[in-house]
C-alpha cells in the first residue's frame, strides 16, 4: 500500500510522529473500527478515528437524532433532527473524510446479531448506554476474542477500561453481573454533561488507535476513573478473576444472553438502544 | 483511624452530596458499618441482604479491588483511600 500525496499531506500531522509514520498510517487505513452507539462517547470517538484515517468505520445504533441528543452527540446537527443517527453519522464521517468506509447498522444488538457483525472488525468500541449491551458485547468480544474499549459515564463520572480477551481482565473479571432493575437511575433521570461524554470517548479513541499502532500501553487490566468536578484521572487495577463467569478456566456463562427481559427500567423508557 | 472513602455520584445523595468523606476503621467491615452510621442507607447499597459485596460494585484500597485481597477483613492503615466504585452504563441516549 502506497500513500497518495493527498494522503501524506491530510495525515501529516500524526505520519511525523516517531511512532506512527507512513507504516503506522497504513495500519490505520487498513483497520477496521465497530463503534456501539452513535450517541455522546460514539460522537467523539468516531470523528477522532474518522479524521485519523481508520479505514472502515461500523457504526450500531437504533436510534433517531432527537433534539435533546445533539447537547453533547457531537456527530448530529440541528437539520438532523429525526433522522436514524447511523444515518447523521455516516454523512457527517465522510465530509470530514472522503478517504474512509462507513458502514451503518441500523438495529439494535441482540445475541442473535452481534457475533456476525463484529467478526469483520479488529476492535470494538462500545459506547451503549444500557447494562444489557454493554454485557452483551464484553461477552460476544470474550466469546469472538475481540478487543473491547468499554467507556461509560454517569452524571461528573466516567470510566474507560480495554479488554484484550484472554490476556487482560474482562468486564465480568471487573463486575461480573449487571445491577438488578430499578437499582441504578437511568440516564435520564441522571443527566450529563456533554464535555465528560468527550473527555472518555476521546479516550477510547485514543486506546483504539494506540492497539492499531502497537504504540504505548492500553488501558488492559486497569480502569481509568475519571471525576469532572475535581478534574481528577485515577487508575484502579483490574486483574483477571481465576472466578469470572465468562474469561476463566471454568466459565458459568457459555452463551450469549439478552438481559433486555429482565431489565424494567429499560422497558420503561422507549424501547430504543 | 482515620480514612478517606470516595463516595461515587451515584451513593453522594446519602452522603449529603460529599464526595469524599472520613470514616474510623481497621478494616473494611468496620468502615462499611461506620459509614453506615454516619449515612444511613449505604451498607445496603454495597451489600446484599447476605451482608456479601454487591458483584456491580467494587472497593479499592487504594488501587487494589478488595476482592483480590481479603474482601471485608481487609485491613486498613493511616493515609489508606478507599474508593467505592460502580458499574455505569450511560454512553449513547
Known amino acids: 500500500m502506497n500513500l497518495r500525496d493527498d494522503q501524506i499531506e491530510r495525515y501529516s500531522r500524526q505520519i511525523i510522529l516517531p511512532n506512527v509514520g507512513g507504516k503506522g498510517q497504513e495500519k490505520l487505513l487498513k483497520a477496521k473500527v465497530l463503534i456501539i452507539g452513535a450517541g455522546g462517547l460514539g460522537s467523539p470517538c468516531a470523528l477522532y478515528l ?3 484515517g481508520i ?3 461500523g457504526i450500531v445504533d437504533s436510534d433517531a437524532v432527537e433534539l435533546n441528543n445533539l447537547q453533547r452527540q457531537i456527530l448530529h446537527a440541528t437539520k438532523d433532527v429525526g433522522r436514524p443517527k447511523v444515518e447523521s453519522a455516516k454523512e457527517r464521517l465522510c465530509a470530514i473524510n472522503t478517504d474512509i468506509e462507513i458502514i451503518p447498522y441500523k438495529l439494535r444488538l441482540t445475541s442473535e446479531n452481534i457475533l456476525d457483525i463484529i467478526k469483520e472488525y479488529n476492535i470494538i ?3 451503549s448506554d444500557n447494562f444489557p449491551t454493554r454485557y452483551l458485547v464484553n461477552d460476544a468480544c470474550v466469546f469472538s476474542k475481540k478487543p473491547l474499549s468499554h467507556g461509560g459515564i454517569f452524571r461528573f463520572d466516567g470510566q474507560a477500561i480495554t479488554i484484550i480477551p484472554g490476556v487482560s ?3 465480568r473479571c471487573l463486575f461480573p453481573e449487571p445491577p438488578p432493575p430499578g437499582l441504578v437511575p437511568s440516564c435520564q433521570e441522571a443527566g450529563i454533561l456533554g464535555a465528560v461524554a468527550g473527555v472518555i470517548g476521546t479516550i477510547q479513541a485514543n486506546e483504539v488507535l494506540k492497539y492499531i499502532l502497537g504504540v504505548g500501553n492500553l488501558l488492559a487490566g486497569k480502569l481509568l476513573v475519571f471525576n469532572a468536578l475535581d478534574s481528577s484521572f485515577r487508575q484502579v487495577k483490574v ?3 481465576s472466578k469470572c463467569p465468562i474469561c476463566s478456566e471454568n466459565p458459568t456463562i457459555t452463551k450469549l444472553i439478552d438481559y433486555e427481559e429482565f431489565c424494567q427500567l429499560r422497558r420503561k423508557e422507549s424501547n430504543e438502544a | 483511624m482515620s480514612i478517606k472513602v ?6 453522594q445523595k446519602l452522603t449529603k452530596d460529599k464526595a469524599d468523606v472520613l470514616a ?3 478494616d473494611i467491615r468496620e468502615l462499611i458499618e461506620n459509614l453506615e452510621k454516619n449515612f444511613p442507607g449505604i451498607k445496603s447499597r454495597l451489600c446484599d441482604e447476605k451482608g456479601g459485596l454487591r458483584r456491580f460494585i467494587n472497593i479499592y484500597v487504594n488501587e487494589e479491588d478488595i476482592r483480590f485481597l481479603n474482601l471485608d477483613k481487609t485491613l486498613l492503615k493511616d493515609g489508606d483511600e478507599v474508593s467505592i466504585i460502580p458499574a455505569i452504563a450511560g454512553g449513547a441516549k
Do not use: F, H, K
Open chain 2, 6 to 11: 470516595r463516595i461515587p455520584t451515584p451513593l
Open chain 1, 239 to 241: 486483574p483477571r478473576d
Open chain 1, 169 to 171: 481482565a474482562c468486564y
Open chain 1, 50 to 52: 474518522a479524521s485519523a
Open chain 2, 24 to 26: 474510623e476503621a481497621r
Open chain 1, 125 to 127: 468500541v462500545d459506547g
Open chain 1, 55 to 57: 479505514g472502515r468505520i
